[in-house]
């Protein structure tokens, strides 16, 4: 910024008049003022206390009263906090640095270049089983700014849209459809799209419930027929009075924060859309609840 160029030559030649003593512009500190004193920027004086030999005070008092004297244009006025040498800057410097930034197109722009990050941004992803609505709109210029934005700080920026929602309740809709539809359709049927995928759920359900009691009855206790896949407590009184199986399975899995001390965010011990500081563990508390429930039927 032009303000901070002129205000650090400035102080420069105000140690060098001041007190007889060249120093380098590395050794001038200067930040933004904190939100509870007065001014926009503040020069740090300890460093010139032994060139001064005087107290923090005294030296930044010198300094302001130099600053405000030779770069009047730039300084309104200033304040001591201790060490601290607060500036007011005029505010037609401010008017003048906006007129700059506006007269720049592509002001605060950093060039990508090969060597730039690669960042993905993906959006909006909308579930391929639902009709787009207004917040997939939002999602769309939410991730379309955030890319701009990304891109604007250097970064190689690839944007993608994920079309897939195949989990495993999708999974369960297409293989009732499959056996049980009849090429049935939305327009066939005169349903919404995820109406029609959310019967065919329901019926996947039915019929395994149905498969799985004819098999138990078709064991007649020869052979011990094994429910699993998403057991838990909740589910049990139910499978238990629809299929009259005895026998279930269950992880009883919870994820937990690992306890890896040292963590290096790009280097990899695995997949690398898997998170390495989550762990799979065999919840005792799940695992007792599900054989209480077992215990009452």
Not at 23 to 50: A, D, W
Request: glycine fraction near 6%.
């Amino acid at each position: 910024m032009e303000i901070a160029n002129k205000i650090v030559s400035a102080v420069k030649a105000g140690i060098q008049e001041l007190y007889g003593t060249e120093v380098s512009e590395s050794m001038i500190q200067l930040q933004e003022t904190r939100p509870e004193f007065e001014g926009q920027l503040t020069v740090v004086v300890f460093p010139f206390l032994k060139i001064s030999r005087k107290k923090p005070e005294d030296t930044a008092q010198d300094l302001g009263t130099f600053l405000k004297t030779q770069i009047p244009e730039i300084i309104q006025d200033f304040n001591v906090i201790k060490g601290f040498l607060n500036l007011t800057i005029q505010p037609s410097q401010w008017i003048d640095l906006l007129l700059d930034i506006q007269q720049q197109e592509h002001f605060g722009f950093v060039p990508v270049t090969e060597d730039s990050p690669l960042v993905m941004i993906e959006y909006s992803s909308p579930n391929t089983n639902k009709p787009l609505h207004l917040g997939h709109v939002r999602n769309n210029l939410l991730g379309w700014a955030l890319a701009n934005v990304m891109q604007a700080n250097g970064n190689k920026v690839v944007k993608t849209n994920i079309v897939n929602d195949r989990g495993i309740h999708i999974c369960k809709s297409m293989l009732a459809w499959q056996y049980y539809g009849n090429g049935e359709t939305p327009e066939s049927s005169g349903k919404k799209g995820d109406h029609l995928i959310g019967d065919y759920y329901v019926a996947f359900d039915q019929h395994y419930r149905e498969q799985v009691k004819e098999l138990v009855e078709k064991a007649q206790g020869e052979t011990e027929i094994l429910i699993a896949g998403g057991v838990d407590a909740s589910v049990l009184p139910m499978l238990a009075e629809k299929t009259k199986a005895k026998a279930y399975h269950m992880s009883g899995k919870i994820s937990m924060e690992s306890e890896m001390r040292y963590r290096k965010q790009d280097v990899s011990m695995g997949v690398a859309s898997v998170s390495e500081y989550e762990i799979w563990r065999t919840s005792e508390k799940r695992v007792r609840e599900a054989r209480k429930v077992l215990e009452q039927l």
